[in-house]
């Protein structure tokens, strides 16, 4: 199990999101049992959305989020298909019908949901002229509509002028938290640099969004690649 680490934890709950690999049943109530003895009780879990397209993708998270929820405090970070190449996967579910499926079948258990941009995004140099046709805009707009609170993950230098343009449509009141990676040898220059001038840009256009930074280098978050056991 791999985690993405924000400073923000209490003691309570590990650091960052939660990963569970797509194995067996079995493998999650070990894993329920080790973080239960070690005192944990919130959980973020990382919600992988290629692995919910797969055959039997929604019946496994249909299984986990109540099962987690029966130990745990949750809330779901979706991934937004941050590590699958466009082409290798199946797009059968979008991000937005994603996270609708877990709010309305899954909503009682978890009350703030965290997305990310998905890379591709960022290779292209233009940015939508309708920032809310971007999938992850429109699916934290809906997730809002639905009642649950929203944060940003994974928020990285290059996107700066998305952030101006967010911050200009007004988009951001309706963001709990950005989240801003830690960019490995960069972060003593460039990253730290990137956060000074978002709260000082924040502060003056009034934009109450907090931010949060990581504080340990991005692990590797690749899931088994076997079947799911159900």
Sequence with gaps: MDSYSINTQTPSSPKGVTWFPVRSKKHVNQEIERLKSEGISSLTLGINCAKFNTKKGLRWYDWLVPTLAENFHLELCFDNFYYTPTASYNRKHSLSEIVEHFILKHGQYFTEVELWRNPAKRAND??????????????????????????????????????????????LSTIECLKIDKETKAWNTNTRFYERTLRSLFEAKGVKTEIKTSDIPLRNL????GDIAC
């Design 222 to 225: 690749q899931t088994s690649s």
């Design 126 to 171: 233009e940015i939508c002229e309708n920032i809310f046709s971007e999938d992850v805009v429109f699916t934290a707009t809906w997730a809002k509509h639905l009642g649950k609170k929203v944060s940003l993950g994974r928020i990285k230098t290059m996107d700066f002028e998305w952030i101006i343009k967010l911050i200009s449509c007004q988009f």
